[in-house]
Each structure stands twice: as C-alpha cells, then as structure tokens.
C-alpha cells in the first residue's frame, strides 16, 4: 500500500504530509469515498537504513558558499526543521521530501575510510571541509553512530581544518576533538538560531535543541576555546524576523564572536510543505508570512540565483540588511580580531597514513 499523502500533523515531525517524489513515473492522490478509514499515527517512528559510501567529499562551485568541499555523514534529517532546503535531495533516494526525510534515513557507512583514501591522494589540496553541508552532521542519530566524531578524530589526526555549523547541543560530547583542533587552528563553529521562542521553535524544529540549549552550547564551546559563531538562520519574514537583534545580543552573551544571516529558501517541495505547515500551525499569520516571502523573491516563492538564493531582494531585504549591520556594530560582531580568531591553519596539513601500512 501506499504511503498516505493527506496532510496531518504528527507528534514531534515537522513535515504534515509527504509530497510525491518527482522522479517518480506514477502519482498517488487519497480520495474520500466514505468506506477506507485510517487512524493518522500520532508518532511515526524513524527507520534508518546503510548505505555504503564510495566517496567521501563533495564538491561545488558555488559563488554563495565559503567552501568548496563538504561530508555529509547522513542523509535526511530527524531534526525535522520544517524549512529545511535540503529536503528535495531525498527524492534522489527514491524517498519523499516530506516526513521521509526526517523519519526515514540513511547512514554512510565506510565513510571515514573513504576519507583516509581520499586525503592521502598525492593531488589532495587542503582546503577547510563543511561538516555537514546538506543535513545535520549532530542530529540525533549521531549519539549512536559517532560517525562525525570518528571524521573529526581522523581530521585532527592529519591536521586538516574542517568548519562545522548545527543546531545541536551534541556537538558538546566532542569538546575533547574540538578543543585540541581549535589549538591548532583546525576548527571553526557556528551554532543555528531561528528562534528564542520555545513552542514555535518546537513546532518549526521539532527535534532540534532548543533555543536554551543551543545558547549554553556557544557559551561551554567558547570556555574550551573552540572559536564559535552564530548563524541567524532561517529568517522567516513575519514570523522570525523581529526576532533578529535578540538572538544576536543572545549570543554575544553566550560568547559567540561572529554572526551571519540567510533568508527563508523554499526550493522545490520545500514550499508547498511549508505553507501547509503555516496553515496548519499558524493560520492567521500564513497569508502575510507567504506574502512577505514573495516580496523578498521577486513575485515568486523561491529565487534560485547565485546572489540571490540565500539573501533575496527589495526593501524588507534591505531593511534586514541595515538591522542585522547595526546590531552587529553595537554588539561588537565581525570584528578584525574576531575573524582573526577564526582563521584556519591549512599550512600544517599532513597526509594520513593507509591503513594497515606499519613503516609509514
């Protein structure tokens, strides 16, 4: 039978519904014809599946990114962030975009291996990666697989810098790994904000830290001498975005030394699944958020251009714009020492040994 494609809310899962996968060559649409009754599930639980990997680093040559290379440990995200620009990816796994993606997952295995490999290559450049760059690279998952940390232990290892940014309060377990990297200049962080408040943080990000958790997380990271960041992300026009100069006092408090900001993305089933989650939990706001949204895009939900993806247009843009420069100016963000602080050493990069090679 076919997984049900009417939208209902589910305890503790972002997504209400889960939209056909566009590669597929049939559409199932549920019809009412007063006979097939179906109890929704109040919880639906999360399967998890392997996959072995055959390459370790992606690559991109995005303009709007400060990377060019990225390892991603999992696909989809439990995390459940109702925004998420990375949903539409899982439909290249023959899975839903919608409650798929955060309840149905895969986790690479052999990654750190292929890692190994791909770092002692006489061709390798070091380069800082991004650790994640699609999903979470400490969603919950991670406490039981530790992959991240494993990549972590091998980076350190070989003294390759890596760039970390996430919304989870687990990425404390790794301190250890971290602090010793941030010695050598091999780490930098930047700690997700969307909201300081809890039940819209619980209904946006259902599965994620919450804003508390995420505040103490900066402030225990910087007291162990891991640079760290904030990244005001999403800002949802109408709904997040008076929120913008409390999260960031918020984290100047907890310690964080830079900050940046990126606009709502709702690429491919990211939109309809997000006005449905408007409809559903915030009825009386979802017309203006939804218009707001089109003003920032140029009539339209979603702006893919190098330049515009992440930033939009127009005068609410330019408005976020002056807001976020002078709470930054005032709170003492993106300073010359700050950015310094942050620099990553490339220079002491030292290819890993191959496993099993005793005399090297």
Not at 100 to 112: N, P
Not at 293 to 319: A, W
Request: proline share 7%; net charge neutral.
């Amino acid at each position: 039978m076919p997984r049900s494609t009417a939208a209902a809310p589910h305890k503790g899962r972002g997504a209400t519904f889960d939209p056909d996968n566009r590669f597929a060559p049939t559409r199932v649409e549920a019809e009412d014809d007063g006979w097939w009754q179906e109890d929704v599930p109040e919880r639906l639980a999360t399967e998890v599946r392997e996959e072995r990997a055959r390459s370790a680093l992606s690559w991109n040559r995005s303009p709007d990114l400060p990377f060019d290379r990225s390892l991603n440990p999992y696909r989809g995200c439990e995390h459940g962030c109702i925004y998420c620009y990375a949903r539409p990816s899982h439909a290249y796994w023959d899975l839903s975009p919608g409650l798929d993606f955060e309840s149905r997952l895969i986790a690479r295995t052999g990654l750190v291996e292929r890692l190994r490999e791909e770092l002692a290559k006489p061709g390798h450049v070091c380069r800082s990666i991004n650790l994640a760059g699609n999903t979470d690279a400490y969603q919950p998952l991670e406490a039981e697989r530790r992959t991240t940390r494993e990549v972590l232990a091998l980076l350190l290892e070989c003294r390759h810098p890596v760039t970390l940014v996430t919304k989870s309060a687990l990425i404390l377990r790794d301190r250890d790994l971290l602090a010793e990297m941030a010695r050598h200049r091999l780490v930098r962080v930047m700690i997700s904000l969307t909201s300081l408040d809890r039940d819209l943080k619980r209904a946006l990000e259902p599965r994620a830290a919450s804003p508390a958790a995420r505040l103490r997380t900066i402030e225990q990271l910087t007291a162990a001498g891991v640079p760290v960041g904030t990244l005001i992300a999403p800002v949802i026009p109408g709904l997040t975005d008076h929120e913008l100069e409390r999260l960031l006092g918020a984290a100047r408090e907890a310690g964080a030394g830079t900050a940046g900001w990126m606009l709502l993305r709702l690429p491919r089933e990211v939109a309809p699944l997000f006005e449905e989650w408007l409809e559903t939990h915030y009825p009386e706001r979802a017309a203006k958020v939804m218009s707001l949204i089109r003003q920032c895009r140029d009539g339209e939900v979603y702006d893919s251009r190098f330049g515009k993806r992440m930033r939009g247009e127009g005068i609410f843009v330019d408005l976020l714009e002056q807001r976020f420069a002078r709470a930054c100016r005032q709170l003492g963000f993106n300073t010359p020492d700050a950015w310094a602080a942050q620099s990553l050493d490339t220079a002491a990069f030292r290819p890993p040994r191959a496993q099993g090679d005793l005399f090297a």
